[in-house]
């Protein structure tokens, strides 16, 4: 049970999103997401179709996180538990969200490809990431790219994110 609210200009003007919000809060929905948090920026169509990918996909990475915490905790392990995001960069695990998780598999894979070449002497290289049902291939050449809008599956995603080329 879950609600994305997008109001066309709420990146600039937030309080109707609120006021939405708390009527969705009071009907008794568990997890809300809001565009001016989930993407607060011009451009309604890719601002309201990320915050429904992030409400749909927080709740079940919530229930995983917990899951997890409550695995080590009940194993007497204090740990600080972090998540890759799509963008490459790791984020506490109080504050990832769905449209954090998009490309953070493949993100995590090209991270971990440039320390290796760079361990190895290599600064330029191209990551081939081959998977079960796709191929992520991405470029490195001493910096990250990142592009801030993607397509994915007919989607337009507003979240920053490693360049990634999926090939299905």
Known sequence: RSVAIVLMHAYRYPEHELQLKQIAEDIGFPHISLSH????????????????????????????????????EDAGKRTHLMFMQSGGGLIDSKYFRGRDCILSGPAGGIVGAIRTSEMAGFRDIITFDMGGTSTDVAHYSGEYERSFETELAGVHLRSPMLHIHTVE
């Open 37 to 72: 948090e989930v993407s607060p920026l011009m451009k309604f169509v890719s601002s309201g179709e990320t915050t429904v990918v992030d409400a749909y996909l927080s709740p079940v990475l919530r229930r995983y996180i917990d899951r997890i915490a409550g695995t080590l």
